[in-house]
């Protein structure tokens, strides 16, 4: 049975700062993981979808890796801004799709 | 191009009685799941389809039950409704081929559960 852990569950740091969000899963056996972005009360918003067969996937100022075989991702934020504050879920796909429980992240001014 | 549909967005329901939530994507995707999010925690996968005609259970399936007779809807029921089952339900869809592409989600349907 496939395990998502996301680490840390809460991050607060001043704006401008670059971060690193933790995602580690059991089964490495996955198709892909793909890290989302939820603010409160709202939906789910796809940010980065990283393939099997990849190591990395960029999109503006965000990064994410994955390590397969160790059963690890990472989400680098560079620069970050207030509007960056949201909660990061990391979701992985075997058979089905599992999730973290998620890192909340506060960017302050 | 309406995406993940999902009705309806809120719900109040008395114990015992049971509802149907909607789901609806018009991306011709195979794959399709129900999760629902509870406070502090990340989302629990209910039940999933990998085609029409196919259901299976995820990590939470007790007291909801699923049917998925066309690709395009995936209703999720419940069955005798408790104070347990309030939470967020997300509805999720993606193509599978040889390999999962990017999930899309539904706005999420609040029900509550008196």
């Known amino acids: 049975k496939q395990e998502v852990t996301q680490i840390p569950a809460a991050l607060s740091v001043p704006e401008g700062e670059n971060l690193v969000l933790n995602c580690s899963f059991t089964d490495s056996a996955i198709y892909n993981l793909q890290w989302f972005r939820q603010d409160p009360g709202k939906g789910l918003t796809s940010l980065l979808l990283i393939q099997s067969s990849q190591r990395e996937q960029t999109s503006g100022r965000l990064n994410a890796s994955l390590d397969k075989s160790s059963g690890r991702s990472t989400l680098y934020i560079a620069a970050s801004q207030p509007g960056d504050s949201a909660t990061y879920l990391c979701?992985?796909?075997?058979?089905?799709?599992?999730f973290g429980a998620g890192t909340r992240l506060t960017v302050k001014p | 191009n309406a995406g993940v549909t999902q009705t309806p967005k809120f719900q109040v329901l008395k114990t015992g009685q049971s509802m149907t939530l909607q789901c609806a994507q018009d991306?011709?995707?195979?794959?399709m799941s129900w999760y629902r999010q509870d406070p502090g925690m990340g989302l629990r996968l209910i039940h999933y389809s990998v085609g029409a005609g196919i259901t299976d259970q995820g990590e939470v399936p007790n007291g909801y039950n699923v049917s998925r007779s066309t690709t395009e809807d995936f209703p999720l029921r419940l069955l005798s409704a408790a104070p347990s089952q309030t939470s967020v339900y997300f509805c999720?869809?993606?193509?599978?081929?040889?390999?999962?592409?990017?999930?899309?989600f539904g706005q999420g349907t609040r029900l509550t559960v008196v």
């Open positions: 991306m011709n995707h195979e794959y």
């Open positions: 999720a869809s993606s193509y599978k081929g040889k390999a999962f592409t990017e999930a899309f």
């Open positions: 979701a992985v796909y075997n058979n089905d799709m599992r």
